[in-house]
């Protein structure tokens, strides 16, 4: 494998701190870029030493220059919490950040990665249940989910015209909920809220009825299929036969968010207790990845079963010190 120059940004977040951990051990030189607007340093503390690794304060949404192979395009805000914050800004690092990352692309003839989302099916419709790549979606578009949904389908867009108009090479996946070691204690997720409430004995808050469904897929399962898109060639050894994406990626075990309540606090063992509280609005209120085509193009699925990655996040959150972790809300 020869070496590469590759770009990670939001490298310091939960998956682009794991992405720039492998990269660094495959001996590439890695740029990590990122504003810690959700995320801190102690991600990637164990890489600062590494002669391999730079570390660059820096916001997407300002236009930078650096001479890469490959980009991993990963900064945005992923959590609801975070993203309805400051909904403007979230829009604005979708678009912009794609806009300046593809053009830095363009220049280099870097291959570039998109990290988006499920969330670019909205709420999806029960006749689209599990979704696959061909489902348009139901989108709000003036909801509250909007600035990061509608603002990941605009990135879609300039990937895709980018890639027709000027020939970047580039691949995007459509990454459903993941969870891991290194997510943000206080990311408002529902793995994160109900994992820390539950070592901390406070009751786990279920929105609505607990009965909607997510499907959880554990961080390095999902890290092992972005860089499998990343590197795939086609056959051919022409660009333009490249297979692209859009691709799901995730797990397609379905679980209700109460059968998700009820694991954590068996798994912890916590005296907590469940409570209930409203549903905010657009709340989707079921997902579930259709993965036959990562399957078919990528040869890959997931390995790692709920119970087990559930265990190896508990284990993390045990192992910080959470009242160390600035909220990016406060
Ligand atoms: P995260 O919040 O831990 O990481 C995002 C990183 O981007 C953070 O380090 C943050 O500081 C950085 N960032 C935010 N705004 C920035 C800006 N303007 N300039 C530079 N850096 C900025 O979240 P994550 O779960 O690791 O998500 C990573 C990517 O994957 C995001 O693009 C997200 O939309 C996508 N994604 C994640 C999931 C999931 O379940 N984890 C699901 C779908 C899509
Ligand atoms: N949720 C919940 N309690 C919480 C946090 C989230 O019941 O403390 C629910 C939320 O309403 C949603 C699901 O869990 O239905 C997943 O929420 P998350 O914010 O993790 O991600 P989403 O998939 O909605 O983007």
């Known amino acids: 494998m020869s070496t590469k120059r590759i770009l990670v940004t939001g490298g310091a977040g939960f998956l682009g701190s794991h992405i720039c951990e492998r990269l660094v051990k495959a001996g590439h030189d890695v740029i990590c870029l990122d504003n810690l607007f959700t995320s801190q340093k102690s991600n990637i503390s164990h890489l600062l030493d590494a002669a391999n690794f730079e570390f660059i304060r820096h916001d997407v949404t300002h236009p930078i220059t650096l001479e890469v192979d490959q980009i991993y395009n990963m900064a945005c805000p992923a959590s609801p919490v975070h993203y309805q914050y400051n909904p403007i800004k979230t829009m604005k690092v979708s678009v912009m950040g794609a806009i300046n990352m593809l053009g830095m692309a363009k220049r ?45 389908r605009a990135a879609e867009t300039l990937f895709f015209d980018y890639h027709r108009s000027n020939g970047v090479d580039i691949r995007v996946v459509r990454i459903f909920n993941t969870y891991g070691p290194r997510m943000h204690p206080y990311d408002g997720r529902v793995v994160t809220n109900f994992i820390v409430q539950a070592l901390k004995g406070e009751d786990l808050t279920l929105y609505g009825d607990g009965s909607q469904t997510r499907s959880f897929c554990y ?30 990626i995730g797990n397609p075990g379905e679980f209700t968010i109460k059968q998700l309540a009820e694991q954590i606090i068996e798994l ?19 997902r579930k990845p259709d993965i036959s085509l990562a399957k078919q193009e990528l040869d890959w699925e997931p390995k790692v079963p709920l119970a087990e990655g559930l265990a190896k996040t508990i284990e993390f959150f045990r192992s910080v010190d959470l009242d160390s972790f600035r909220k990016p809300t406060d």
């Not at 990665?113 to 979606?137: F, I, K, M, N």
């Not at 898109?229 to 050894?237: Q, T």
Request: with cysteine.
């Open 219 to 248: 961080c390095d399962d999902l890290v092992d299929v972005i860089m499998a898109h990343m590197n795939n060639e086609p056959e051919s050894g022409d660009p333009a036969d490249a297979f692209v994406g859009p691709v799901n």
């Open 268 to 286: 912890t063992g916590s005296s907590s207790k469940l409570t209930y509280l409203p549903l905010p609005n657009d709340d989707p209120l079921q």
């Open 108 to 152: 280099t003839g870097a291959r570039i990665l998109q990290a988006s989302t499920s969330e670019v099916y909205g709420d999806p419709t029960a006749e689209h249940h599990p979704q696959t790549e061909a489902y348009r979606g139901n989108v709000n578009p003036i909801g509250i989910r909007a600035c990061y949904d509608e603002g990941k």
